[in-house]
């Protein structure tokens, strides 16, 4: 395993990716360049067939792009094997799924631990840390439950848990309020930020809704495969920063 200096935790580089249906080709990513410092929580923005969830398992190393490069921590994915990559992914990333992906058969508790065990780590589970966590999430009097005894809110704070019981540096979520009402993703979205702020996790979150993103630090949004506007980019006037701010303001 091979790493390069950069001061970005993650990059893309010129990453494409390219569907096949039969003699057809479908380019869901196209020539996409960012770089993600270390502790910065950015949101991916578009409509339904922008792209994003394309990008997001390219970025998590869980598809191979047709070209480019993604870079963790200074680590080219495409130059790793298989069981490099997924030691990779299980050292250095949290998953938050849109459908919570919750072991039916365990309870709440048994689905962190089972994520610990599993996530790479040879140092045994921080039940203090563990606790804290929980404490954060407010799912402390819901460990015993299993997940189809638990609310849409509660299995995506479990969700949510498990993704950082191991303490990775990255978090990626795919949607996380796409299946809550609004207060459970008012929830989920204030547990995102505290990771972020409280476990200083570098978070990207893929999401459809603007007001999602509007907790972000930065937005950057996709169209037709491409990045089309950073509001990290003073330029990008496909961003209206007025209205991002006066939803930030609201969010908050």
């Known amino acids: 395993m091979h790493s390069q200096p950069s001061s970005a935790i ?30 910065q929580f950015v949101a991916i923005v578009g409509p339904s067939g922008s792209g994003k969830s394309s990008l997001f398992y390219l970025l998590g190393g869980m598809t191979h792009a047709t070209s480019g490069s993604v870079f963790i921590d200074g680590v080219d994915f495409g130059s790793l094997s298989d069981a490099e990559r997924t030691r990779l992914r299980k050292q250095r990333i949290g998953f938050v799924f849109q459908r919570f992906n919750l072991l039916q058969s365990l309870s709440a508790l048994g689905n962190i631990e089972v994520a610990h065990s599993i996530g790479g780590s040879r140092k045994p589970l921080d039940r203090s840390y563990l606790e804290s966590l929980c404490t954060m999430l407010s799912i402390q009097g819901r460990l015993a439950h299993r997940p189809a005894e638990l ?8 969700a949510i848990a ?40 570098t978070i990207l979150m893929i999401t459809h809704n603007l007001e999602a ?26 961003v209206d920063a007025g209205q991002l701010s006066r939803q930030r303001d609201h969010t908050r």
């Open 10 to 39: 993650i990059e893309a580089r010129n990453l494409s990716k390219v569907y096949h249906t039969g003699h057809i080709e479908v380019p869901a990513v196209r020539g996409v360049n960012f770089q993600i410092p270390r502790g």
């Open 151 to 158: 609310s849409g809110g509660e299995q995506q704070r479990v």
């Open 162 to 201: 498990r993704a950082l019981i191991s303490r990775p540096a990255i978090l990626l979520a795919d949607e996380p309020t796409g299946n809550l009402d609004s207060k459970n993703s008012d929830a989920v979205l204030a547990m995102l930020r505290r990771s972020n702020r409280e476990l200083g996790q």
């Open 213 to 238: 993103a509007a907790v972000a630090d930065r937005i950057l949004q996709m169209r037709d495969g491409q990045i089309v506007a950073d509001s990290a980019d003073e330029t990008a006037s496909a």
